[in-house]
């Protein structure tokens, strides 16, 4: 998404405002906090609001084919790493 931001803004545009307003309908309806890629939890849910603010940003940077559309996003691979390393709680180990 970084590199279309960069090259082709008009066209990622939508996309992006899109994937933004749904992080906020699924954080506003608690939809999918039963999600099977988090391992049954998501423990994501919280953060929802700060990614689909940033990816509306960089939607609407893009819509107005801003030079820096892709610094929202840059900002939100960062962020969701940290959140993914330091934040996430650590899974459990079932054993058999």
């Given at each position: 998404m970084v590199v279309a931001a960069i090259y082709i803004p008009e066209i990622i545009a939508p996309f992006l405002v899109v994937m933004g307003i749904s992080f906020?309908?699924?954080y506003a309806t608690n939809a999918r906090?039963?999600?099977?890629?988090g391992g049954g939890t998501a423990w994501w849910?919280?953060?929802r609001p700060y990614h689909g603010t940033l990816l509306l940003l960089?939607?609407?940077?893009s819509f107005k084919k801003q030079k820096y559309a892709y610094v929202p996003l840059i900002i939100?691979?960062?962020f969701g790493t940290y959140t993914f390393m330091f934040i996430r709680p650590t899974p459990t180990v079932q054993r058999v």
């Open positions: 906020f309908y699924q906090l039963d999600a099977w890629e849910h919280d953060l960089a939607g609407v940077l939100d691979i960062v």
